[in-house]
């Protein structure tokens, strides 16, 4: 048996490598000392002194201080839950409870008078689903529901509206629906307007059935069950502001205002934002105050918990190593700044990092969210035995970092700290309604374009696809056929062009942008006026078309501004969805010209 490889002797190793197919190296490292001894080489001995100085310099050991380094810390923190919300600027406060609803939705959420024709029908789906799961799904009750709650047949309607001329918005999208879901499907709208009546229990079982519903007597109990169920369920699809509470929409300034309130052990802490935009909602949004906005619900109340935490030393990359021997971040140099003698922020930065990065300790201090938090006392305890308290970095007039309130703020809100519950996810629909702000300048206006707005059924309608009313051509009489040059009083404007004319602010001096309507004039003669079909360009859903919306000037810069209405979904903490409509403010694309111009005089053929 021959032998492995590994096992021969060195004299006939060399002899059986040369008859393998294959090239094989050895390498050995291993240290050596020339005397036999290795504690020079352990002893890591230096001929550069001025290295091991600018290392001591590194680690502060030049200073001197005999300080210790902290090994405890007690922490004592007031923490409330906000438990107030105040819609716009002047609204009533509300109680906050459930905390299972975002932000977001509390403060963007608008009241529906009726939701869109797909959630109707979607629901009314639902309700037919829940009866075949409890075994109501018969054919009597079905056709009985349907008879009874069917979305109807679409029935012709006079386009022009003999109060306002301008012709309905075309809703092919909604038309066909309607027409697919007629005696098909249940609107859920009539379901729940017919049964709201008979659920005095909220979301428990209806008091009883509707008259005539064709229910078996052994399953009415089941049915009052499954319809009230349903009720609860259906009016929690959508989540709406109160048809009655006031909206934290400011159509002056195209923006969302409201205040939170938490009700701390030392104060009432007020949250204000006078111009939320929309959008992810997060602590830079508010601002604190001291205020009182009521008393919050029971369990809202704030609680003082003190808790005992070991300090860590914070790093950061490109800190120096605090080891003779470990090889420090490569992704920061922090030696290899380059700063002129004016980059100052530079070379304090650099020498923070160099000369006091040890100093710093981090502690950890875990808290939940939705929640206001005010650090009562800190003390921590070093490795001598010592104690201090510690009061906050921040000075009167001078430097803070995740500040609420004003500079010059003395009291206890200066270093209160708001950890909201962010919905780190929001899905967005396409706009239901987008408005675009701009200035333009050639004629002196501003207008707010309706680029899309929202059919009766709730389907999107985008109105620059539309088909023109607006005539781009004037006729001219037959005995004007020969004239060098034709008057002009005022070029075409497409109806979806809103005009916004400077006027005096109401309050105090500058001005203001109001809305006013726009006259056409018709390729057959007539005239009309146009306004706003959206209800982005109204101070409140349902407005006359008289009314006369103001916008700040200052709010439509010379960047312009977009307005949306969007369906907006986020996961709520306990796992489900909240659905809800908001709006929201970005910047726009700049100035814009919309053709319009006074007093011409053009030669007939130039009339466009």
Same mark, same amino acid.
């Given at each position: 048996?021959?032998d492995?490889?590994?096992?021969l002797?060195?004299?006939?190793?060399?002899?059986?490598l040369? =008859? $393998?197919?294959?090239?094989?190296t %050895?390498?050995r490292?291993?240290?050596?000392s020339?005397?036999?001894?290795?504690?020079?080489?352990?002893? #890591?001995?230096?001929a550069?002194?001025?290295?091991?100085l600018?290392?001591? %310099?590194q680690?502060?050991?030049?200073?001197?201080e005999?300080?210790?380094?902290?090994?405890?810390a007690i922490?004592?923190?007031e923490?409330?839950?906000? *438990?107030?919300?105040?819609?716009?600027?002047?609204? +009533?406060?509300?109680?906050?409870? !459930?905390?299972?609803?975002? /932000?977001?939705?509390?403060?963007?959420? +608008?009241?529906?008078?009726?939701? #869109?024709?797909r959630?109707?029908?979607?629901?009314? $789906?639902?309700l037919?689903?829940?009866l075949?799961a409890?075994?109501?799904?018969?054919?009597?009750?079905?056709? !009985?529901?349907?008879?009874?709650?069917?979305?109807?047949?679409i029935?012709p309607?006079d386009?022009?509206?003999?109060? !306002?001329?301008?012709? #309905?918005?075309?809703?092919?999208?909604?038309?066909?629906?309607? &027409?697919?879901?007629?005696?098909?499907?249940?609107?859920?709208?009539?379901?729940?307007?017919?049964l709201?009546?008979?659920?005095?229990?909220?979301?428990?079982?209806?008091?009883?059935?509707?008259?005539?519903?064709?229910?078996?007597?052994?399953? &009415?109990?089941?049915?009052r069950?499954?319809?009230?169920e349903?009720?609860?369920?259906?009016?929690?699809y959508?989540?709406?502001?109160?048809g009655s509470?006031?909206?934290?929409?400011?159509?002056f300034?195209?923006? @969302?205002?409201?205040?939170?309130?938490?009700d701390?052990g030392s104060?009432?802490?007020?949250?204000e934002?006078?111009?939320?935009?929309?959008g992810?909602?997060?602590w830079p949004?508010?601002?604190?105050?001291?205020?009182d906005?009521?008393?919050?619900?029971a369990?809202?109340?704030?609680?003082l918990?003190?808790?005992v935490?070991?300090?860590?030393?914070?790093?950061?990359? *490109?800190?120096?190593?605090?080891?003779?021997?470990?090889?420090?971040d490569?992704?920061?140099?922090?030696?290899?700044i380059?700063?002129?003698?004016?980059?100052?922020?530079r070379?304090a930065l650099v020498?923070?990092?160099?000369?006091? *990065?040890?100093? %710093?300790?981090?502690?950890?201090?875990?808290?939940p969210?939705g929640s206001?938090?005010?650090?009562h006392?800190?003390?921590?305890?070093d490795t001598?035995?010592?104690?201090?308290?510690?009061?906050?970095?921040r000075e009167?007039?001078?430097?803070?970092?995740f500040?609420?309130?004003?500079?010059e703020?003395?009291?206890f809100?200066?270093?209160?700290? /708001?950890?909201?519950a962010?919905s780190?996810?929001?899905?967005?629909?396409?706009?239901?309604?987008?408005?675009?702000?701009f200035?333009d300048?050639m004629?002196?206006?501003v207008?707010?374009?309706?680029?899309?707005v929202?059919?009766?059924?709730?389907?999107p309608?985008?109105r620059?696809?539309?088909a023109? =009313?607006?005539?781009l051509?004037?006729q001219?009489?037959?005995?004007?056929?020969d004239?060098?040059i034709?008057?002009?009083l005022m070029?075409p404007?497409?109806?979806h062009?809103?005009?916004?004319?400077?006027?005096?602010a109401?309050?105090?001096?500058?001005?203001?942008?109001?809305?006013?309507p726009?006259l @056409?004039?018709?390729?057959?003669?007539?005239t009309?006026?146009?306004?706003?079909?959206?209800?982005?360009?109204f101070t409140a859903?349902?407005?006359?078309?008289?009314?006369?919306?103001?916008?700040?000037?200052?709010?439509v810069?010379r !960047?312009?501004?977009?307005?949306t209405?969007?369906y907006?979904?986020?996961?709520?903490?306990?796992?489900?969805?909240?659905?809800?409509?908001?709006?929201? =403010?970005t910047?726009?694309?700049g100035?814009?010209w919309s *053709?319009?111009?006074?007093?011409?005089?053009?030669?007939?053929?130039?009339? @466009?």
């Amino acid at each position: 048996m021959t032998d492995p490889i590994w096992a021969l002797p060195t004299d006939r190793l060399d002899v059986e490598l040369v =008859k $393998l197919p294959s090239v094989v190296t %050895w390498s050995r490292l291993e240290p050596l000392s020339l005397t036999a001894e290795l504690t020079p080489g352990l002893q #890591a001995l230096l001929a550069d002194p001025l290295w091991l100085l600018g290392r001591q %310099w590194q680690f502060g050991e030049l200073r001197g201080e005999d300080a210790g380094t902290p090994i405890s810390a007690i922490v004592e923190v007031e923490q409330a839950p906000i *438990g107030r919300l105040r819609p716009g600027a002047e609204g +009533e406060p509300v109680d906050l409870v !459930d905390e299972a609803v975002p /932000f977001e939705a509390r403060i963007e959420a +608008e009241w529906v008078a009726m939701p #869109a024709i797909r959630i109707r029908a979607e629901a009314g $789906l639902q309700l037919l689903r829940r009866l075949n799961a409890a075994g109501l799904g018969t054919d009597g009750l079905r056709t !009985d529901v349907l008879a009874r709650w069917a979305f109807a047949p679409i029935a012709p309607v006079d386009p022009v509206d003999p109060i !306002d001329p301008a012709p #309905a918005l075309p809703d092919p999208t909604g038309d066909a629906l309607a &027409a697919v879901y007629a005696g098909r499907i249940p609107d859920a709208a009539r379901v729940a307007a017919d049964l709201g009546p008979l659920a005095s229990a909220g979301d428990g079982p209806l008091d009883r059935l509707p008259v005539g519903l064709a229910v078996p007597p052994e399953s &009415a109990e089941t049915a009052r069950g499954v319809l009230g169920e349903w009720l609860a369920w259906y009016r929690g699809y959508l989540f709406q502001a109160d048809g009655s509470q006031q909206s934290s929409w400011n159509p002056f300034r195209q923006e @969302h205002s409201f205040a939170l309130q938490a009700d701390l052990g030392s104060g009432r802490t007020v949250l204000e934002a006078a111009e939320y935009a929309g959008g992810p909602f997060d602590w830079p949004d508010v601002d604190a105050t001291i205020g009182d906005l009521g008393t919050s619900p029971a369990g809202r109340q704030g609680v003082l918990t003190r808790q005992v935490r070991l300090p860590t030393p914070a790093t950061f990359p *490109g800190m120096p190593a605090d080891r003779l021997w470990q090889f420090e971040d490569s992704r920061v140099y922090l030696g290899g700044i380059e700063a002129g003698p004016t980059d100052l922020a530079r070379l304090a930065l650099v020498e923070f990092a160099l000369a006091y *990065g040890v100093d %710093w300790f981090a502690l950890p201090v875990e808290v939940p969210a939705g929640s206001v938090y005010w650090v009562h006392q800190l003390e921590v305890v070093d490795t001598f035995g010592r104690s201090a308290s510690l009061g906050s970095a921040r000075e009167p007039g001078g430097w803070s970092m995740f500040g609420l309130a004003v500079p010059e703020e003395q009291t206890f809100v200066a270093d209160a700290l /708001f950890v909201p519950a962010v919905s780190p996810l929001v899905l967005r629909s396409d706009p239901l309604e987008e408005v675009a702000l701009f200035r333009d300048e050639m004629a002196n206006l501003v207008w707010g374009v309706e680029r899309v707005v929202q059919a009766p059924s709730g389907q999107p309608v985008n109105r620059t696809r539309l088909a023109p =009313k607006v005539s781009l051509r004037q006729q001219l009489p037959d005995d004007l056929g020969d004239a060098a040059i034709v008057y002009r009083l005022m070029t075409p404007v497409p109806d979806h062009w809103v005009p916004f004319v400077a006027v005096p602010a109401r309050a105090g001096g500058g001005i203001e942008l109001e809305r006013r309507p726009l006259l @056409h004039f018709r390729s057959d003669g007539t005239t009309d006026v146009t306004h706003p079909l959206g209800t982005l360009l109204f101070t409140a859903p349902g407005a006359s078309p008289t009314d006369r919306l103001r916008v700040a000037e200052e709010e439509v810069p010379r !960047d312009g501004a977009v307005v949306t209405r969007r369906y907006q979904v986020a996961r709520t903490p306990d796992g489900g969805t909240t659905l809800w409509i908001g709006r929201r =403010k970005t910047v726009g694309q700049g100035e814009g010209w919309s *053709g319009l111009r006074f007093d011409t005089a053009l030669p007939p053929g130039a009339l @466009h």
